[in-house]
Nanobody
Framework: QVQLVESGGGLVQPGGSLRLSCAAS????????IGWFRQAPGKEREGVSY???????YYADSVKGRFTISRDNAKNTVYLQMNNLKAEDTGVYYC????????????????WGQGTQVTVSS
């Protein structure tokens, strides 16, 4: 069955970097759209970035130029490199997968990981 496992979260100072990983099983990451989402306390889940099956990437305006999504087909893993982190990037980060439409809208994704906490604070 489809499984997604995120890792790489943690506590980082403003301006720092983290790389999140999303290890997939039950499907190949180059056949699905994979999205990264985040949810801050008291806020709705929002789309951060996605990569579609042909490898095209898209970013929310709030992270454009700071975050980079990539995938390693051999490891069946998708990454989110986050640079120049800001306090407003704090939240639980989730990866999600779907075999149809690539989007930043959470409702379009069928499969979800358990999330990894990212805290940006001095």
């Amino acid at each position: 069955q489809v499984q997604l496992v995120e890792s790489g979260g943690g506590l980082v100072q403003p301006g720092g970097s983290l790389r999140l990983s999303c290890a997939a099983s039950g499907f190949t990451v180059d056949s699905y759209a994979i999205g990264w989402f985040r949810q801050a306390p008291g806020k709705e889940r929002e789309g951060v970035s996605y990569i579609n099956s042909v490898g095209s990437a898209y970013y929310a305006d709030s992270v454009k130029g700071r975050f980079t999504i990539s995938r390693d087909n051999a490891k069946n893993t998708v990454y989110l490199q986050m640079n120049n982190l800001k306090a407003e990037d704090t939240g639980v980060y989730y990866c999600a997968a779907d075999g149809s439409l690539a989007s930043l809208i959470p409702q379009f994704y069928r499969y979800w990981g358990q999330g990894t906490q990212v805290t940006v604070s001095s």
